[in-house]
């Protein structure tokens, strides 16, 4: 008898309505129309984006423990988790925690891979990224905003930097918002080129909070407000990493590489 399978896709969420439906709920159609014989579910991680959905917009959706009991109680036995994250950061390691907690021993799991798994997988998400805005004068600083983390996996952002560089762009940069690369280290990289004029890209799966007011926000304290106190001319660019197909592609071949161990199980 063929088990009862299922598909979980894990976020961490967005109070951006029109940035989800653009990436987030992209990812789950596209999981959808490619498993038609597995029972999809859906998880957010953050309980204060969820609070902020159901009671500004009268929308629910499931918590990741919700998510889990839903499954267990419809007797699913075998589960694929795919987040949507970008790294094995913490938020990875406590789904991982969760899920571990309140599966049953007869539930078999099966992880997908973030975004930022392999070396290989970087050069990826670069390449994909960089065709998005090729029309960008190579005279132009482009500075990617990620979000950083106090976990060790943060060191992606700096191994992606130095990938750039060796990829033959001088002129763009990581950094993240909350940890390193940081705004000023940024602010003196671009100061050491010729640049007059700066692109600022979310590096994030939703161009939601840290897009809209971090980083293209009024505030003095914005990227867009501090890089125009240092002199450039700035331009921001509003898209999460979720709009992008050939992205979304690479969570769904992280998603078919976890189905193709699956089946060996």
């Known amino acids: 008898m063929t088990p009862k399978k299922g598909i979980l896709l894990v976020s961490f969420g967005t109070s951006y309505l029109d940035s989800k439906v653009k990436t987030i709920d992209k990812i789950v159609a596209d999981v959808t129309d490619l498993y038609p014989n597995y029972h999809i579910y859906q998880a957010w991680t953050s309980k204060m984006i969820l609070r902020i959905l159901k009671n500004?917009?009268?929308?629910y959706l499931p918590s990741l423990e919700e998510a889990m009991s839903e499954i267990v109680s419809d007797g699913m036995e075998q589960l694929i988790v795919q987040p949507t994250h970008l790294i094995n950061g913490i938020e990875n390691e406590v789904m991982i925690r969760t899920i571990q907690k309140q599966a049953p021993p007869t539930l078999s799991l099966l992880f997908g891979c973030p975004l930022l798994s392999s070396t290989d997988d970087q050069k990826a998400v670069l390449t994909a990224v960089l065709s998005e805005y090729s029309e960008i004068s190579r005279e132009d600083a482009i500075v990617f905003m990620g979000h950083g983390t106090t976990h060790?996996?943060?060191?992606?952002?700096?191994a992606l930097d130095y990938m750039l560089k060796e990829m033959g762009h001088a002129n763009i940069f990581m950094g993240t918002v909350e940890a390193y690369p940081d705004l000023d280290t940024l602010i003196r990289q671009v100061k050491k080129t010729s640049a007059k004029r700066v692109h600022l890209i979310p590096f994030m799966l939703v161009a939601g909070d840290h897009a809209n007011n971090d980083m293209a926000g009024d505030s003095p304290n914005s990227w867009k407000s501090l890089f125009e106190t240092a002199?450039?001319?700035?331009?921001?660019?509003?898209?999460g990493l979720g709009e992008y197909k050939e992205i979304r592609d690479i969570y769904l071949n992280h998603l078919k590489k976890a189905e193709i161990q699956a089946s060996t199980l």
């Open 56 to 59: 500004r917009d009268h929308l």
């Open 152 to 158: 060790y996996a943060n060191s992606v952002y700096a």
């Open 231 to 239: 002199g450039y001319e700035v331009i921001c660019h509003l898209r």
